[in-house]
């Protein structure tokens, strides 16, 4: 089944179907809490990275943003004059809608691995002070009370007793004297003030002791000495281990000195404490996750061992092309006239070329062969020199391998002499490379040319249409499908897709009547194309998105039954199994089966692994990221997968440091 199709493959970073899990990547997510949530990209796409990441921040509740005054006592970046909070949050807005307005997930890949969505009932039915059923404010609480009690209050009475509360007093008086100076700017002073609150205060007092560490660090943050900053909060998590200031100030003074490591720990542990109710603690936690996953992704990816994906997949993606020479049955294109009424005929290869040799191995699916038979016919100059150039940068291009897969898409496009559908197809898969390196403009270029020397090229139109979803451009898209289907009136997944750009269309704009002349589209296009599964498949998720799931897991019954083989179907399979019934035994069981149809199905393990965090099961967890990131297709997949796993393995030691969970299922 095409879905991963070649669509918009290799974009790894922003396609619309997706070759990578072989599904619709408009759909490809874990299930979201609540059905006003965009639908998704695809694993690597800005699109599917914001909803993928905040699927569990999307109840229509008014995010909790801290909004913290530099050098405010109390604040986040201030001094605690005894249990300081932050300033007020921007109440109103969905959380969902803050994402995207934000421009940015409020939590990393582990949107769902940091919290489920049990939490948020929980939390909507135990306070319901407003009608979100959050508070207003967005307070950093200080877990264990106070941080700087009253004074007196629990102290025993008689002469020991009265001496220690002087030496508090005392010490209270050089902190209050403290933040009289940090709120003047003045911080040498304050840090002299703590220093002395420090050396006066009884050992036992903890909290106390806690809070005038946590003091001095704020007047070392406004120095920039990030250095001591991250000493003093670490006396003062010592004393205090769940101080979440001062947890929070360390994760920022890490974030400085460039201990990614370490940065993480503490800013996931502030997250935990808080409830994932603070913004920018959460955009914290986003941004270290994803400059770890970069570093990590662009060190691995330069040293992988390239690895063939799957028959299934490069089936799925070869038929996605009505108009690929290379992808035709063999000589196809090549043959004389008199020759090609005898296409059905078994073709036996006499000529000793390469090319016709890797075509041969093509259609005996001995995929491992073909790189190698082309460079024969390369390096001999032979007859079909641009063909192999094509074929083998396709094949680089599906190992993973974009640098070497542009010289050879370079020459083809750049061979004035070549069949212009070669060009053409070039064209595609270099706008496609582009669009994954993250270069819209070069991408619409090459498109665009494709449009330009071969006007009656349908997959330029199909694919072409896909980049404008993704650049939110859905009326151009709507277009360039249509003449997709003038040009093939039997291209299923171009009208599929025509209805999926509509709905998404009329699903962002709330119209529900357009919504409902999307999905009456659908239920046409798999009447009239009952044989493609692509049909069914971006219907079912369609369907889900309006939690239609009896149906909608009818129609992935008949995506299985049409190609028991593709993996991903089980996969989405399983997710709905979670969203409609909660039956966690036979969502797992039909991702098990996925793994077991596709042991190099990376989406599978991907979920898998989130699953597993959500169950607490974070040594399989880490297990399942870690084997997806070996058969990561690109760089930016890469860098979303060990987000992921580093995301996971960072609750892993916040759980040993601090015996802190978040809830599982």
């Not at 201990?259 to 955009?283: R, Y």
Request: proline share 4%; hydrophobic share 35%.
């Amino acid at each position: 089944m095409p879905w991963a199709s070649g669509d918009l493959w290799p974009f790894s970073a922003v396609r619309s179907l997706c070759l990578t899990c072989s599904l619709p990547a408009s759909f490809r997510f874990l299930p979201p809490v609540c059905p006003r949530t965009l639908p998704a990209d695809c694993g690597a796409c800005d699109w599917y990275r914001r909803w993928h990441r905040t699927l569990v921040m999307a109840a229509s509740k008014p995010v909790e943003a801290a909004v913290v005054a530099a050098a405010a006592p109390g604040s986040g970046s201030g001094v605690s004059g005894g249990g300081g909070t932050s300033g007020p949050g921007t109440g109103g807005l969905p959380r969902w809608q803050l994402a995207l307005a934000v421009g940015a997930p409020l939590l990393l890949g582990a949107g769902a691995v940091y919290l489920w969505s049990r939490q948020r009932r929980r939390r909507e039915a135990g306070g319901r002070g407003d009608a979100s059923g959050l508070k207003r404010n967005s307070e950093r609480k200080t877990p264990e009370g106070r941080a700087s009690p009253a004074l007196g209050s629990g102290h025993p009475e008689g002469s020991g007793a009265h001496l220690e509360m002087n030496s508090l007093d005392r010490a209270q008086a050089a902190k209050n004297k403290g933040n009289k100076y940090f709120k003047a700017g003045k911080y040498e002073q304050a840090i002299q003030c703590y220093t002395e609150a420090i050396s006066l205060c009884p050992t036992e007092k903890n909290v106390d002791l806690s809070t005038f560490y946590q003091n001095r660090a704020a007047a070392f943050e406004q120095l920039q000495k990030w250095k001591e900053v991250a000493q003093d909060c670490t006396k003062a998590v010592e004393l205090n281990p769940k101080y979440v200031k001062a947890l929070f100030r360390r994760a920022k003074a890490h974030e400085k000195l460039d201990n990614k490591k370490e940065c993480l720990e503490d800013v996931t542990a502030v997250c935990i404490l808080e409830g994932f109710q603070n913004q920018q603690s959460m955009l914290l936690a986003d941004k270290v996750l994803k400059l770890l996953g970069k570093e990590k992704a662009k060190e691995k990816y330069k040293n992988r061992e390239p690895l063939m994906p799957s028959p299934q997949f490069i089936k799925s993606y070869f038929s996605s092309f009505t108009d690929d020479i290379i992808s035709q049955p063999m000589l196809k294109g090549e043959k004389s006239d008199e020759d090609k009424d005898k296409e059905g005929e078994a073709l036996e290869v006499k000529e000793n070329s390469g090319y016709l040799k890797a075509k041969q191995y093509m259609e005996e699916e001995n995929y491992d062969k073909i790189i190698s038979e082309c460079s024969k016919e390369v390096d001999a100059q032979g007859k079909y020199m641009a063909e192999a150039l094509l074929l083998r940068a396709t094949f680089y291009l599906l190992i993973g391998n974009a640098n070497a897969a542009k010289p050879d898409l370079d020459k083809v496009i750049n061979l004035k002499e070549a069949n212009v559908k070669l060009r053409a197809n070039a064209l595609i898969k270099r706008g496609s490379m582009y669009m994954q390196q993250q270069q819209p403009l070069l991408s619409t270029q090459d498109f665009n040319m494709a449009a330009d020397i071969d006007p009656q090229n349908a997959d330029v139109y199909h694919h072409r249409g896909q980049l404008k979803i993704l650049l939110d451009q859905v009326e151009e898209a709507v277009t360039d499908f249509d003449e997709c289907i003038r040009l093939r009136p039997e291209s299923a997944l171009a009208q599929a897709q025509k209805c999926f750009a509509l709905y998404r269309q009329a699903y962002t704009g709330n119209n529900s009547s357009q919504i409902q002349a999307a999905m009456k589209g659908f239920e046409e296009v798999i009447k009239k194309f009952p044989r493609c599964a692509e049909g069914y498949a971006l219907y079912a998720q369609a369907l889900t998105d309006q939690q239609q799931f009896g149906k909608a897991d009818e129609m992935y019954d008949k995506c299985i039954d049409l190609e028991p083989d593709n993996a991903t179907t089980y996969v989405h399979k399983g997710l709905l199994q979670l969203q409609w019934k909660q039956d966690l035994d036979r969502g797992l069981e039909l991702i098990s089966k996925a793994i077991e149809i596709d042991n190099k199905c990376d989406f599978a393990y991907e979920t898998m692994g989130t699953i597993e965090v959500q169950r607490g099961n974070m040594e399989r967890a880490i297990d399942m990221f870690n084997k997806a990131i070996n058969l990561a297709k690109s760089e930016m997949e890469m860098a979303h997968l060990y987000s992921l796993c580093d995301a996971a393995h960072a609750q892993t030691e916040v759980a040993k440091k601090y015996g802190l969970k978040p809830p599982t299922l």
